[in-house]
């Protein structure tokens, strides 16, 4: 018993995989590819725990190349130099079928040195990595290959992982072993869509139960002890980072509060409170904006709060602009207003300041019209005077449109009567 459970148990034909309908359910691409025999490059993209190093594996026992494999955290070009010495050697008649595990640890060099023969079809090419491939791999790897997306196992599909990983312990000791009700739901709930993790937490369970008259009673207490936050997932650096902040805003931008609430208490669980505040912020003042212009100092107070507290106890005023922004009548009028103009200076429509708007108050020799010309607004009734405010090269341009939220629309109505304009 040396091997880890999850090893021990790893699945030996596609059958056995749990999860992953979307990909290997009847009629599905690559089920239908594996099948054919006659495989592509492919690369697998996913978490960790999800079967891609599994169907690797079974992948390589249906073809008739030799099999080798590398890990991107530790191999050399020199260990690329080896695989590439074997082709058309007695050891690889057939070409060879490369398992590269991590691949997005492999430089871009490393990367390119496989290309050449990729291309030619002396070495087919299994690639998995946890980080998103169009940003990781060499863009002329991923032309020459199927990328396919593994998803998180459903707790349903992951619980009978669990289930298998008891029985096998059960027939590998010769031991009986009793589970309390909810221990297998629980372990497959817990471990964040990891079968891996579920099967090792199987394992822990097992182990951490001394057995009574040859029976292991484990229990719903234990299963719980040992598999305490382990259902976060997260990297800072990684993809789970940025799609967690982009579902916190979304759904707080679309109104649901129990969403926003659910990644609000991921983000702080994993210690994340500047990026969960930030966003908030942003959230504040980029989709609810004019609509409700008090949000946006409320917000700031709940954070300055938040920060000032610490976590654990972050999460409350966190939690009450969270709901609140979730509630508020949203309006993105002035964000799309400034990215209009942005868009301009960039495209370098920017021009000179209009003269009766520049700092300035001395007219050289040479100005037959001397004087700034500047109306001050509040000398006219209602505070405003139509005068130009635009450089000449953009004095039509439009980039701010009212709301249509109670706010803007009171806004608007009263400088239709001042400006005497639609």
Same mark, same amino acid.
């Given at each position: 018993m040396s091997a880890p459970l999850a090893d021990r148990l790893r699945p030996q034909?596609?059958?056995?995989?749990?999860?992953?309908?979307?990909?290997?359910?009847? #009629?599905?691409?690559?089920?239908?590819?594996?099948?054919?025999?006659?495989?592509?490059?492919?690369?697998?993209?996913?978490?960790?725990?999800v079967g891609k190093t599994t169907l690797a594996s079974i992948i390589a026992k249906s073809t008739n190349r030799t099999?080798?494999?590398?890990?991107?955290?530790?191999?050399?070009?020199?260990?690329?130099?080896?695989?590439?010495?074997?082709?058309?050697?007695?050891?690889?008649?057939? #070409?060879?079928?490369?398992?590269?595990?991590?691949?997005q640890y492999f430089n871009k060099k490393q990367q390119q040195s496989l290309l050449e023969y990729i291309e030619k079809g002396d070495?087919?090419?299994?690639?998995?990595?946890?980080?998103?491939?169009?940003?990781?791999?060499?863009?002329?790897?991923?032309?020459?290959?199927?990328?396919?997306?593994?998803?998180?196992?459903?707790?349903?599909?992951?619980?009978?992982?669990?289930?298998?990983?008891?029985?096998?312990?059960?027939?590998?000791?010769?031991?009986?072993?009793?589970?309390?009700?909810?221990?297998?739901?629980?372990?497959?709930t817990a471990c964040g869509g990891d079968v891996r993790k579920a099967i090792n937490a199987v394992e822990l369970c097992f182990l951490s139960t001394l057995p009574e008259n040859n029976v292991r009673k484990i229990t719903l207490a234990t299963a719980k002890e040992l598999t305490q936050s382990s259902s976060m997932k997260y990297d800072r650096q990684g993809d789970e980072h940025y799609d967690l902040l982009s579902a916190f805003q979304k759904s707080m931008r679309g109104s649901d509060a129990d969403a926003a609430l659910h990644y609000l208490a991921r983000l702080l669980e994993a210690g994340d409170l500047l990026s969960a505040a930030r966003r908030l912020l942003v959230c504040a003042c980029e989709d609810v904006g004019l609509a409700y212009p008090m949000i946006i100092p409320i917000v700031k107070s709940a954070v300055d709060i938040a920060f000032q507290v610490g976590l654990p106890e972050a999460k409350i005023p966190l939690a009450d602009a969270v709901v609140l922004v979730c509630n508020s009548p949203k309006s993105n009028s002035a964000y799309l207003g400034i990215k209009k103009a942005t868009n301009d200076v960039?495209? #370098?429509?920017?021009?000179?300041?209009?003269?009766?708007?520049?700092?300035?108050?001395?007219? #050289?020799?040479?100005?037959?019209?001397?004087?700034?010309?500047?109306?001050?607004?509040?000398?006219?009734?209602?505070?405003?005077?139509?005068?130009?405010?635009?450089?000449?090269?953009?004095k039509n341009a439009k980039y701010y449109e009212f709301g249509d939220n109670k706010t803007e629309q009171a806004a608007k109505e009263y400088w239709r009567r001042v400006k005497g304009n639609d």
């Open positions: 034909k596609i059958e056995e995989i749990v999860g992953q309908e979307h990909l290997l359910g009847e #009629g599905r691409a690559l089920g239908n590819i594996v099948a054919s025999k006659n495989l592509p490059n492919l690369v697998f993209y996913g978490p960790s725990g099999l080798r494999k590398l890990n991107g955290t530790n191999a050399s070009t020199a260990d690329i130099k080896e695989i590439v010495a074997e082709l058309d050697t007695l050891s690889a008649p057939n #070409g060879i079928l490369l398992y590269l595990d991590e691949i070495i087919t090419l299994i690639a998995s990595t946890a980080e998103n491939p169009y940003f990781y791999v060499y863009s002329a790897i991923l032309s020459r290959s199927t990328v396919f997306e593994f998803k998180p196992v459903l707790p349903k599909d992951i619980e009978k992982a669990v289930l298998r990983g008891f029985e096998f312990l059960r027939n590998e000791t010769d031991e009986k072993i009793e589970l309390e009700n909810g221990v297998s739901m629980h372990i497959a960039k495209k #370098g429509l920017v021009g000179a300041v209009p003269r009766h708007l520049q700092n300035m108050h001395y007219d #050289g020799a040479d100005n037959e019209n001397k004087g700034q010309f500047y109306n001050y607004p509040h000398e006219y009734d209602n505070h405003w005077i139509n005068q130009q405010y635009l450089p000449d090269v953009l």
